[in-house]
């Protein structure tokens, strides 16, 4: 008996969903990325307004001063959606877990000399609450942003800077053998330690100020700009050696974080600026602005974290985050001559409580 097997091709009717073609020009096969991002965010037949904001559309474009012709022009290049993204996370905590107990085991942070991990108590420990304060801003951003492509990274940066602020709890609990006593005092640093006071001031100032774009900015472009390279990359280097850079291994999670948000921060930034003159000229003006009330507030946190080198140090990040602004399309100098129509004073950003 002879059998004949035949094969028949299915092809799909469309192969994609018709507000991805739209997006991506046409019907043509599509990335999950794409699927799970491009024309996501409802836009019209709203049942309600909001009643704190009754001249608003719950998504309006209107709740920033940057204009986008199309808001999914914005792409994250590490092209993450909630599959992609807890999968990546999922696969970092399991390393950083495993350092965590390498370094609990063999009392690397707990040996330290005194001067050591008194330095780390008021210098790293701290920062889990500016790691809340960054969680409420990017949670704000997602709240009021408009677009997908903005928001969904947007809440994933937020859940991120929760984790961070947990890493830095579990290693401030190294100190002093789980007694909690370091997140005590890390609290009290935060809330009464003149060094601080202006970082603690300045996020205070972030979390009023409405423009949900320039709060994009000024939290994850400048003040991280500014915090992460001081303190993840100047103060670990300094300090991890009298820890057999056990200080270094527990925070590497923090630095590569670091860098690969990077990436899609300068990518947002670098698009809305492309946009239009306008939009670079707006941008440049948040920039200027809290550039300076950023910088100014760090001081003081620089000088307790590297003594007589902090200022250098901070000076050092200034300039390299001014460059790196310039790549993204922001004036990072401005003539005040020529700008002092659209440069807001540098002791009043927009939001900021004197």
């Known amino acids: 008996m002879q059998v004949d097997i035949k094969t028949s091709d299915v092809r799909p009717i469309r192969q994609t969903f018709s507000h991805v073609a739209r997006h991506i020009g046409g019907d043509k096969p599509a990335s999950r990325y794409q699927e799970a991002t491009l024309g996501m965010q409802p836009m019209v037949n709203f049942h309600y307004r909001p009643l704190w904001e009754p001249e608003r559309e719950l998504y309006d474009q209107r709740?920033?001063?940057?204009?986008?012709?199309?808001?999914?022009?914005?792409?994250?290049?590490?092209h993450f959606y909630y599959g992609v993204y807890t999968m990546t996370r999922a696969k970092q905590q399991e390393g950083a877990d495993r350092q965590f107990e390498f370094a609990d085991k063999r009392r690397l942070i707990a040996q330290a000399d005194e001067a050591t991990r008194a330095s780390i108590q008021q210098v790293l420990v701290p920062l889990r609450h500016y790691e809340w304060g960054a969680n409420m801003n990017n949670d704000y951003v997602c709240a009021y942003g408009y677009g997908t492509a903005i928001t969904q990274p947007c809440i994933f940066a937020a859940m991120d800077r929760l984790g961070i602020a947990q890493y830095l709890s579990r290693l401030g609990l190294q100190l002093d053998g789980n007694q909690g006593k370091s997140l005590a005092a890390g609290k009290q640093a935060w809330l009464e330690l003149p060094a601080w006071q202006g970082v603690r001031r300045m996020m205070e100032n972030l979390f009023v100020t409405k423009d949900w774009f320039e709060l994009f900015l000024a939290q994850n472009l400048v003040f991280d700009?500014?915090?992460?390279p001081l303190i993840y990359r100047q103060y670990i280097n300094a300090v991890s050696p009298a820890t057999g850079n056990g200080l270094a291994m527990l925070t590497e999670f923090m630095s590569d974080w670091h860098d690969e948000t990077?990436?899609?921060?300068?990518?947002?930034?670098?698009?809305?600026?492309?946009?239009?003159?306008?939009?670079?000229?707006?941008l440049t003006q948040w920039y200027q602005v809290w550039i300076d009330?950023?910088?100014?507030?760090?001081?003081?946190?620089?000088?307790?974290?590297?003594?007589a080198a902090g200022s250098e140090a901070?000076?050092?990040?200034?300039?390299?985050?001014?460059?790196?602004?310039?790549?993204l399309g922001i004036k990072a100098k401005v003539v005040a001559a020529a700008t002092a129509s659209v440069v807001k004073p540098a002791t009043a950003p927009a939001g900021v409580v004197a």
């Open 225 to 228: 700009g500014l915090v992460y």
């Open 63 to 78: 709740r920033t001063a940057i204009q986008m012709a199309d808001w999914y022009t914005f792409k994250d290049p590490r």
């Open 262 to 282: 990077t990436r899609w921060v300068d990518a947002t930034v670098k698009t809305a600026a492309d946009e239009s003159p306008a939009n670079a000229q707006q």
């Open 293 to 307: 009330e950023l910088a100014r507030a760090i001081e003081p946190l620089a000088a307790l974290a590297l003594g």
């Open 314 to 327: 901070l000076a050092s990040i200034k300039d390299d985050l001014d460059a790196r602004a310039v790549r």
